[in-house]
């Protein structure tokens, strides 16, 4: 199966897996000084993302976790510091429990955890979908998870990002989302994460939802070796939002993992 990606920089790597919709966000983070300098940093677009390979039918979470072990081994990676962000998060956690000795460290952000459900936002972006309004149901959904302002930034940050959206529609609304939602993670498999774990939670997402911050205590409370980060200024789209601050976080969890 052919995944898109990119590779820049040398030295210990790092794997981004992406959340929903958006599959070119970790971009702004890929040329940053703090992490290029000292690490290999590995981007790819998730099956039905970009120009990766779409697949018909159902795909878990546990098969997207596959996905990025292949790639790591396609490209020489035995082992590597995994960064995730929403559903992607979810993925790397996978990843981590079904193959523990390719995982050295996790960053979450904003894991896409629902034992705290999404919020009533999720219901339009579906009706939506299913009538066939893909931009509306795209625009529903990121308005909902990163808040009234979150076009500006993506369009500033990621030329083309609500484009692309708009194109993975399919993949997110009907393939992502179920995956999700079958998705168990709770006490008992998080007690399995040995690794030191980051989680990142947007200083402004609480003025968005409830939801993201129930979601980083629950983590912080399951995961044995988790760490805290609130990113300043920043709500759902994190690293989209306030890249410098969160490159810095990532360099120095890093060096210390």
């Not at 996978?94 to 705290?116: G, K, N």
């Not at 009706?127 to 625009?139: H, L, M, S, T, V």
């Not at 947007?202 to 399951?222: I, M, Q, T, Y």
Request: with cysteine.
């Amino acid at each position: 199966m052919r995944l898109e990606h990119e590779v820049r920089g040398s030295g210990a790597p790092v794997v981004f897996v992406h959340g929903g919709l958006c599959e070119n966000t970790f971009r702004c983070l890929l040329d940053r000084p703090e992490l290029v300098g000292s690490h290999r940093l590995v981007s790819y677009h998730r099956a039905g993302y970009g120009g990766s390979d779409r697949l018909d039918g159902p795909v878990s979470v546990g098969d997207q976790a596959e996905h990025c072990r292949s790639l790591m081994l396609s490209l020489g990676i035995e082992r590597a510091d995994v960064v995730g962000h929403s559903s992607g998060a979810n993925i790397a956690l996978q990843l981590t429990l079904d193959h523990p000795d390719a995982v050295r460290s996790l960053a979450l952000l904003e894991t896409a955890l629902l034992a705290v459900p999404t919020g009533p936002f999720a219901g339009e972006a579906i009706q939506r979908y299913r009538a066939g309004e893909k931009a509306a149901a795209a625009d529903v959904w990121l308005r909902g998870v990163a808040g009234p302002g979150y076009r500006e930034v993506l369009d500033r940050v990621v030329p083309g990002a609500f484009d692309d959206a708009v194109a993975a529609a399919d993949t997110f609304f009907g393939q992502e989302l179920p995956a999700v939602r079958d998705w168990v993670f709770g006490p008992d498999e998080a007690s399995r994460i040995a690794q030191p774990t980051l989680v990142v939670l947007g200083a402004r997402s609480h003025d968005v939802s409830p939801v993201f911050g129930e979601r980083h205590e629950l983590l912080l409370a399951w995961l044995p070796r988790a760490e805290p980060f609130v990113l300043p200024d920043a709500t759902h789209l994190l690293h989209v939002q306030n890249p410098a601050a969160m490159a810095t976080a990532l360099a120095d969890f890093l060096a210390r993992a």
